[in-house]
């Protein structure tokens, strides 16, 4: 792939008010991870006790989860259930109070599902993944935060298995040791998440969960991304945790009485 995208270092004021993870609330208090000397709050079994994050604790519709095969309903060829259309972006890339790493894009186009449109707002990695399917957790989950026009979230999350250096990642990656604190960013042109540099499929899993922060909130349509075709190589896990060396996933929640769908992709649509 072409190599990077000029980049600015700039060290701007944006992050007075910071986005968690999925979370677009921009006034939200802090919490943090297990272990973590730099948590700005509690960890994920105290998230339920703030009565503003309630849902973390009793919500019925909680992410992240195990996907497991044996639980799936498969559908094949769903025409209308992943359908990306992403443009190259401008991006803010910077570590949010909650030590996530995050890209808040200026653009970046639209995920439709069943018709309604999406348009994508960020994007962040949690280590390690949060998802797990059939129990394995992988190093690194990457998700792609959507809202609609009537504020509906729509998340697609991301594994990253260990093996090659990952092209996409290198774009920015290296910009990592720069982001010395939550008030730095480094300004990103033309962040493209378009195949090949983001492999999509051939399979995903989706079901009805939540924001994986707080304050939890249901109704976020998930799609995780099945295929194994997204590396992360030992030398980018390395640069990561040279900067963050603490978890921020949240332990898998319990799937209760939801569908897991297992869709299968077996002609190329696009
Ligand atoms: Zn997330």
């Given at each position: 792939m072409s190599k990077p995208l000029a980049f600015v270092l700039g060290t701007i004021c944006l992050l007075a008010s910071t986005s968690f993870g999925e979370d677009l609330d921009e006034d939200s208090p802090g919490f943090g991870y297990y272990g973590n000397p730099d948590n700005v709050g509690p960890p994920p079994h105290e998230w339920g006790a703030n009565p503003l994050w309630r849902t973390c604790a009793v919500g019925r519709e909680q992410s992240p989860i195990d996907i497991e095969s044996k639980n799936t309903t498969l559908v094949i060829n769903d025409i209308f259930g992943l359908d990306t259309s992403y443009v190259p972006a401008n991006g803010a890339f910077y570590i949010n109070q909650a030590n996530i790493l995050e890209v808040k894009l200026n653009g970046g186009g639209q995920l439709k599902i069943q018709q309604k449109t999406y348009y994508l707002k960020q994007f962040h990695f949690h280590s390690p993944s949060e998802h797990t399917i059939d129990g394995v957790r992988f190093p690194l989950e990457l998700h792609l935060v959507h809202k609609s026009e009537n504020g509906e979230l729509a998340v697609i999350g991301i594994p990253f298995s260990y093996g090659e250096e990952n092209a996409f990642l290198a774009t920015f990656w290296?910009?990592?040791?720069?982001?010395?604190?939550?008030h730095t960013s480094v300004n990103l042109m033309n962040v493209d998440l378009r195949e090949p540099n983001l492999d999509m499929g051939p399979a995903y899993a989706r079901y009805k969960g939540s924001l994986t922060t707080p304050p939890c909130t249901e109704q976020v349509t998930w799609t995780v991304i099945l295929g194994q075709g997204n590396t992360v190589s030992e030398r980018q896990m390395w640069t990561y945790s040279k900067r963050l060396q603490y978890s921020n996933a949240r332990p898998v929640q319990k799937l209760n009485d939801r569908e897991v769908k297992r869709s299968v992709r077996l002609l190329k649509l696009r």
């Open positions: 290296d910009e990592l040791p720069l982001l010395t604190d939550s």
